[in-house]
């Protein structure tokens, strides 16, 4: 694969997310002042349970194709797509199963009829063409970005605009329920339009449904690991919104602020991971080029840059969040700084885990998402009774670090490690935001409360760009940055055999 298609998929992906991101933040900013914490609340307990389905029934065809020998041959393709559009029938007809009982079990009757509602675009997406795979297999990154972005921009505009009309029609709140409704129809117009546009990628044959055999057993196992996988995942990530939404929806809309908030680095790094990391080191390992000469450079890149992303989060956001909300949301502010602390870990976790997955190796991560998972009840709900919701949120973080320990360990089983490296600027990143919040108060002092994000921003970029020119330098110059962490760099390890 040519440099210069990494470099435009690199250029693509980050342009691309980055676009998504402030459209989505914006639109959030949005929501928060058009409706009240406990309908933001509702729609945020919705939209857990259609992503906590679509990960139930997520058996990694995606992933499969890109990372498969086969993922060119149209016997799988078709057979992929087949899989993709049950899967999405799999899923609607769980929201309406469910919906009744978590109705019940929050006390929220809309829940009945919204769950069902926002499902469809679970089944719509399922009819998605399969050249996205192939644009992603062979990282053409320029085009389904396009599609992405045009599509969120246009689907929540158009809510936005019906949102403002209800609350034009009933301004005292009396039309809250077709207020989450124009919500829910926004997910399914923007499935819609995805689908749609997903066919109009070339030069591709239209899929048509079959059931190769092959491919079929194929796509099931790999995909039996991603589902165990998966499950773990949505019980172990959420679970903190799901005891939150128990205990309050109007709490659950303040926290929702802050998680939206505190997932935008870790989303950045995961689309590098998606769409460049896995692809690249898929094919590296087609192509016969040893682990040890494509990840360090790779992690490196995406570490240095969750640095950034993480403690500019942690030492701007609660600013940007008194900014930009009114004072129904204030204590997201809070709780942004405390989401921090398991974002860092997830962020160290997601190059690991694509290099994994490129190696074929889904079992490690069911494993890992399992053993994450045995512990929540321990640490989220021990923490909860220990400190309240800090406590609780802490929690998260440790059961991350266990999730973080096994894919560290089948890192090394498969020649490479980064823990030292990991470890190396984890405490860089800590001291970092140490010496900002002693610095804090002169900082705004100086420059004023509405500069202070900014000025900061443009601060921790300078530092971590330093920080990782020292660090990727081939010279031996003993430079007092590159000294900080010289003795982090990934070592390769010898090799103890096949999947842990």
């Known amino acids: 694969m040519s440099g210069r298609r990494v470099l435009s998929g690199t250029a693509w992906t980050v342009a691309g997310y980055a676009a998504v991101q402030v459209f989505r933040f914006g639109f959030n900013i949005a929501l928060a002042q058009m409706v009240a914490p406990q309908a933001l609340g509702t729609m945020a307990l919705v939209g857990l349970f259609i992503q906590g389905l679509a990960m139930f029934s ?44 978590l109705a019940a079990f929050y006390a929220e ?7 069902p509602l926002a499902g469809l675009s679970g089944f719509v997406g399922g009819f998605a063409s399969p050249a996205v795979w192939t644009y992603t297999r062979e990282v053409r990154r320029g085009p389904l970005v396009r599609r992405e972005v045009g599509v969120y921009v246009a689907a929540y505009t158009a809510v936005l605009v019906a949102l403002s009309a209800v609350r034009a029609r009933w301004p005292g709140g009396e039309g809250r329920d077709l207020e989450l409704a124009v919500i ?30 092959a491919a079929r057993r194929e796509l099931l196992q ?69 682990l040890g000469s494509v990840f360090p450079r ?131 990143a800590a001291a970092l935001f140490g010496l900002y919040l002693l610095s804090e108060r002169a900082l705004e002092g100086a420059v004023g409360r509405v500069a202070l994000p900014l000025t900061a921003g443009v601060v921790l970029t300078v530092v971590w760009a330093a920080v990782y020119a020292a660090w990727a330098a081939p010279a031996p110059a003993p430079r007092p940055l590159r000294w900080l962490v010289r003795r982090a760099r990934p070592a390769a390890v010898p090799a103890e055999g096949g999947e842990p």
């Open 58 to 101: 997520d058996l990694g065809v995606r992933q499969c194709v890109v990372q498969h020998e086969r993922g060119d041959d149209p016997a799988f393709l078709n057979t992929a797509w087949t899989v993709q559009v049950l899967l999405g029938a799999v899923l609607w007809g769980g929201a309406v199963a469910i919906a009744g009982p």
């Open 109 to 115: 009757p809309a829940l009945l009829w919204l769950i």
């Open 184 to 213: 829910a129809l926004g997910a399914v117009a923007a499935a819609l339009g995805d689908v749609a546009l997903s066919y109009t990628l070339r030069p591709l044959a239209r899929p048509r449904f079959a059931w190769d055999p």
């Open 222 to 290: 790999f995909g039996s690991w991603v589902f165990v996988s998966s499950t773990c995942t949505f019980f172990a990530a959420q679970a903190d919104r799901l005891a939150v939404g128990k205990l309050s929806l109007e709490t659950l809309g303040v926290y929702h602020i802050a998680v939206v908030i505190a997932a935008l680095p870790a989303g950045v790094l995961a689309a590098l991971g998606a769409q460049l990391m896995f692809p690249l080191v898929s094919g590296a390992m087609r192509d016969g080029e040893p």
């Open 298 to 428: 790779a992690h490196r890149a995406m570490v240095a840059a969750a640095a950034l992303l993480i403690t500019g989060m942690a030492c701007v956001g609660p600013a940007a969040v008194r900014l930009l909300y009114n004072d129904r949301y204030a204590d997201a502010a809070t709780y942004l700084r405390l989401l921090a602390v398991p974002a860092w870990v997830t962020a160290l976790l997601v190059p690991g885990e694509w290099t994994v997955l490129a190696l074929g190796h889904t079992r490690t991560l069911a494993l890992a998402q399992a053993a994450r998972l045995a512990c929540v009840p321990v640490f989220l709900f021990g923490g909860f009774e220990l400190a309240g919701l800090p406590g609780l949120v802490l929690g998260v973080a440790a059961a991350e670090a266990v999730r973080y320990a096994v894919v560290a360990a089948a890192l090394r089983r498969s020649g490479v490690t980064a823990v030292p490296e990991d470890a190396g600027v984890t405490l860089l």
